[in-house]
């Protein structure tokens, strides 16, 4: 099931910074909401629900870097 429509763009973001790295995504969240560009309720969502759509991902696409190379909105 999934949580909230158009969530697409936002996990991309969020795996983007996530895989770079370059901050730690809970501690640092503040730094993070703006290398994302998003707002904090969207990294909210983002953050409780990976999991479940991690697992929609895994389903549609077979792998989250799948995902990462066929989605395109997701450069920012």
Sequence with gaps: MIVNEGWEPNFCKYEQVRRSGRYNMIMEARQVIKACGMSSREYRDILLNYNI???YIEAE????D???RGYKKCDF
């Design 61 to 64: 696409y077979g792998t989250v």
């Design 66 to 68: 799948s995902f990462m």
């Design 53 to 55: 759509y991690k697992k």
